[in-house]
């Protein structure tokens, strides 16, 4: 039962970089999202998508980009990375439009940005 | 939009002593209530939830919240806490007709002293 897994779990990049945080369910859910955790912050989202070629800005969209291509797969790209945007990244999925039911989470990706 | 506050970032405890994570909620519609858990390391995982009905609901762990409409809250409590308990502590809500977004609050961290 792998559920949500996030790649990699640990990042190091110089401002100005670009890298893709990949995430893939494997539970056929059609919502998935990615959150940022800072410290007193909380979770705050990004970018969520409910569907295969449906995307949609969250709290925190700036500076992120994301795709979804398939159902399995929710990457988040940083076109030109900045110090602010060190943190840690999940992602998140659950079944479409039950906003009820509880959402799954990856193992989380630390990112440091120079 | 939905939004969360949680009143307390940290609450000192010692064991076996009883404990109350205050939440407070804002939403212009009704909402979904969660509570999630963070153990150090680790990703979020579900401690309990609101949907409709009796407004006392149970979770995992001996952990129970109470949802007061009158108050927008949705506070958490256990009577005896464990070392084990020892966790960051997120509200979380969301809408149950075409909200997709999950909005988590700010966390709060419980220590458990022996």
Known sequence: ?114 | AQSVTQLDSQVPVFEEAPVELRCNYSSSVSVYLFWYVQYPNQGLQLLLKYLSGSTLVKGINGFEAEFNKSQTSFHLRKPSVHISDTAEYFCAVSEPTGGFKTIFGAGTRLFVKA
């Open chain 1, 1 to 114: 039962n792998a559920g949500v897994t996030q790649t990699p779990k640990f990042q190091v990049l110089k401002t100005g970089q670009s890298m893709t945080l990949q995430c893939a369910q494997d539970m056929n859910h059609e919502y998935m999202s990615w959150y940022r955790q800072d410290p007193g912050m909380g979770l705050r989202l990004i970018h969520y998508s409910v569907g295969a070629g449906i995307t949609d800005q969250g709290e925190v969209p700036n500076g992120y980009n994301v795709s979804r291509s398939t159902t399995e797969d929710f990457p988040l790209r940083l076109l030109s990375a900045a110090p602010s945007q060190t943190s840690v990244y999940f992602c998140a999925s659950r079944a479409q439009g039950a906003s009820g039911e509880k959402l799954f989470f990856g193992s989380g990706t630390q990112l440091s940005v120079l």
